[in-house]
């Protein structure tokens, strides 16, 4: 069938963007190729969402004769070049092969450029993705009915035995549920209830929650399909309570930040704080080391981003401290605990999911006003303030005092400050 007019239009403004795209479209159209626009694209066409990755499958050609092709634009890239996916350097676009693989821990990849388009979309996760656009002709290609599913929100794979041989594709769908609100029909809930998810790295996985939570508006459905098939405890085990965490996943999700970095440490935090771990003392103290080590391994388990880690756990373990009243110093000490790592502002947002935005605000308004919002306050004096009276570990006593006496007694003067650090000297 041919693509509505409205996508046939989309597809061609795309391509007129990038005239290398365009002109190699026809160099390959030329050596009595075909190119058909599959993956991802084809599906986000339909859904009328932007389009992230061009993903162009070329049949009736050979690897090298694809290769050729392409050089003649500029630097082909080595990386995919054993799947069957080539690329040009400075271009975001993947050229690939149909292929077949052979089953087993270390697959042998073999091209077949005279492949059926059904045999070449059998290999694609789920039914939705293995849909294809003739560059050429503005034909859809759907030998497993994908455009259907798309409509009525199911996800199926084309093939059970080619989804089963990658176990991260049981996120996929965790992910794709979440950002698409579809539902998986029961064949597939079966089979990815049954995958070994142990020999996937820890890499993938973070890389395929980090998309459930950038991009979809109800992760919460990913996370509820995931408890369904039994498959939710082994990636977040000692839940305290379910419900809870969906409802607020999804609060956090509708948010708006300053970057998808921020989003991250916001996410990881609403599900580290529904974690059943060692509970941290509401007194207003420092949070050390071993305090933090059950939260820290928690989180490593699935996580191994060192930075985005800390702010997680920062955000989760200095939750207790942010006391009704509190005062100016309080929330200047607050300040210097979560940094380097974390500003009062993030910690703020992730507050707000916990506490309620109308709460929330008084803190922000009082962060703002005392100039710690974003960085805690800059010490008056340094150590070289203090060269004449002391030296070595003393002078470091010294520093370390001074920028308490100046934030716990709100002190502005700098000879005001050195002269009752002087005075208080054991």
Not at 249 to 259: L, V
Not at 331 to 338: D, I, S, T
Request: one cysteine or more.
């Amino acid at each position: 069938m041919k693509i509505p007019n409205a996508i046939s239009i989309r597809v061609s403004k795309i391509i007129q963007k990038n005239q290398f795209v365009k002109d190699i479209l026809q160099s390959i159209e030329n050596r009595s190729g075909r190119v058909l626009l599959v993956g991802g694209a084809v599906r986000d066409l339909f859904l009328d969402l932007p389009i992230k990755d061009l993903d162009f499958e070329v049949y009736g050609l050979t690897l090298d004769q694809l290769q050729a092709v392409l050089q003649v634009y500029g630097v082909v890239s080595l990386i995919g070049k054993s799947f069957g996916v080539l690329r040009l350097h400075g271009l975001d676009v993947d050229w690939s092969l149909p292929r077949k693989d052979s089953q087993g821990r270390h697959p042998v990849v073999a091209y077949d450029p005279n492949m059926s388009y059904e045999q070449a979309f059998a290999r694609r996760d789920v039914t939705i993705n293995a849909m294809g656009i003739v560059m050429n002709t503005m034909e859809l290609i759907d030998p497993f009915d994908g455009l259907h599913d798309l409509e009525c929100k199911i996800l199926r794979s084309p093939d059970l035995d080619f989804f089963e041989q990658d176990p991260l594709r049981l996120l996929r769908v965790m992910q794709f549920v979440g950002r698409f609100t579809m539902v998986v029909d029961e064949q597939l809930s079966q089979l990815c209830s049954t995958i070994d998810m142990t020999k996937v790295s820890q890499e993938r996985i973070e890389q395929e929650f980090r998309k459930l939570f950038l991009q979809a508006q109800k992760p919460s459905l990913g996370l509820q399909w995931l408890m369904k098939i039994g498959k939710f405890n082994e990636f977040l085990p000692e839940i305290k309570d379910d419900q809870k965490l969906l409802t607020t996943i999804d609060i956090a999700a509708c948010k708006k930040y300053a970057s998808d970095e921020e989003k991250i440490v916001v996410m990881w935090a609403v599900i580290l704080a529904q974690v059943n771990l060692p509970k941290i003392k509401d007194s207003f103290e420092h949070v050390t080391r071993s305090e933090k080590q059950p939260y820290i391994d928690f989180i490593r388990r699935i996580h191994h981003h060192d930075l985005i880690i800390r702010q997680v756990v920062a955000c989760v373990v200095y939750s207790p401290k942010l006391v009704h009243e509190i005062t100016d110093a309080q929330l200047k000490w607050l300040a210097v605990w979560l940094a380097p790592e974390l500003s009062i502002r993030t910690f703020l947002c992730f507050m707000e999911i916990i506490i309620g935005e109308s709460c929330v605000k008084i803190f922000f308004d009082h962060a703002h006003k005392i100039g710690v919002l974003d960085f805690p306050e800059q010490p008056l004096l340094t150590g070289k303030d203090f060269l004449e009276f002391a030296q070595g570990v003393q002078l470091g006593v010294l520093v370390k005092k001074s920028y308490e006496i100046q934030i716990d007694k709100n002190i502005i003067d700098k000879n005001e400050l050195k002269k009752m650090v002087l005075e208080n000297q054991d």
